[in-house]
């Protein structure tokens, strides 16, 4: 049998079961989970009525329909698959899954952060509905950008976080990659 | 924590914060606006031309991209970018700032590989080999993510040495 620890230094090691986390989330992503839609749909229309919520008790008219949202007579925005902050829980999971650590503090990691974000898109969908009542011709820049805006600050904050909460330094000591 | 120390770290997390946002800025303002013309203009028409007009495979256009689909959904809907895309330069603003060679090697490396496997994969979809979608999709996931890892890693590196 193999011993890819000695083969593969800790950080190509890290990067494998990485990718490999990354493609079977993805693999399962697009043959179960999209297909099956339920998922996708429950995120969506949540984020739709909280955002709603939140708008509604500072004081703006709103009005929601299933994934629809917008600000009483004006033009709506509709949160579809793919727009909901799904890809960003798998993005920000594996990394946390494939980095070793304390198992019970990734888990509590994992679901503090995929909270965080799916707050961070309850905002996003808030900030899309306001958007197209105050700013209607800066649409495509606010919906092209807002992952920049409100996801990748926080994952990459949290990733960065949880490589200095867990004991794995070895990834940072002697030669980066090795060759088999 | 000595007064070097503290000094050192506070520049080098300085500049990473300059990095970022004057690349995020040098990116939304003139990278992408030039990447969508020539998606639009050139990469989309040219793609367009090898879509027979029965074929079950459409292609739409996006910003900076474009996307294949079948009309029988039988296949997921592949998403075609160009390389040196906004997770190329995510990452490399902050690799940069920690001048850290072999990862930025190693990013720059593959966003030249994806002017091969980018092409070869769409005229693969094209021309019938549907299986390619799910593995063009997983392919550009895992990408992209390990992009934005090594960015991360690069910069607690270069912490952890300046910390100690």
New interface residues.
């Given amino acids: 049998m193999i011993n890819l620890k000695n083969k593969f230094s800790p950080?190509t090691l890290f990067?494998l079961k990485?990718?490999g986390v990354?493609?079977a989330?993805?693999?399962i992503y697009?043959?179960v989970v999209?297909p099956d839609g339920r998922l996708d749909t429950w995120l969506s229309i949540t984020g739709v009525k909280l955002a709603a919520a939140g708008l509604s008790f500072l004081g703006w008219e709103i009005e929601t329909t299933g994934r629809f949202i917008a600000c009483v007579g004006n033009r709506g925005v509709e949160i579809q698959n793919g727009c909901n902050g799904m890809?960003l829980l798998?993005?920000y999971a594996?990394?946390i899954i494939a980095y070793s650590g304390n198992m019970k503090k990734r888990v509590m990691f994992i679901i503090g952060g995929i909270g965080l974000i799916f707050i961070a898109n309850v905002f996003r969908i808030a900030f899309f509905a306001l958007s197209n009542l105050y700013y209607p011709q800066y649409w495509?820049s606010v919906h092209?950008?807002s992952s920049?805006v409100f996801f990748?600050p926080i994952?990459?904050t949290l990733?960065?976080l949880w490589?200095?909460m867990s004991d794995h330094?070895d990834?940072?000591s002697g030669e980066?990659?090795s060759s088999a | 924590m000595d007064y070097h120390e503290r000094s050192y770290r506070y520049l080098f997390w300085r500049k990473l914060f300059i990095s970022l946002i004057a690349i995020?800025l040098v990116y939304?303002l003139f990278i992408r606006p030039v990447q969508s013309f020539v998606v639009r203009e050139f990469i989309l028409p040219a793609f367009d031309s090898f879509i027979t007009p029965e074929s079950e495979i459409v292609s739409s256009p996006g910003?900076d991209e474009f996307f294949l689909s079948s009309l029988s959904d039988s296949f997921?809907r592949v998403k075609i970018e160009v390389p040196f895309n906004?997770y190329f330069w995510?990452a490399m603003s902050?690799i940069w700032p920690t001048k850290n060679k072999?990862?930025g090697r190693?990013v720059w490396n593959y966003n030249l590989v994806l002017f091969a496997i980018i092409p070869l994969s769409a005229l693969g979809i094209i021309h019938g080999f549907t299986w390619l979608a799910?593995v063009v999709?997983?392919h550009e996931?895992?990408y992209k993510?390990?992009f934005?890892?090594?960015?991360?890693?690069a910069?607690?590196?270069t912490d952890?040495?300046l910390k100690n």
């Fill in positions: 950080l990067l990485a990718g990354y493609a989330w993805q693999l697009d043959l999209l890809d798998g993005l594996g990394f495509d092209n950008y920049y990748y994952v990459l990733w960065y490589t200095t330094t990834i940072f980066s990659f | 995020g939304i910003v997921p906004g995510l902050m072999q990862f190693v799910p999709n997983v996931k895992v993510a390990l934005l890892i090594l960015g991360i890693l910069v607690r590196k952890e040495l």
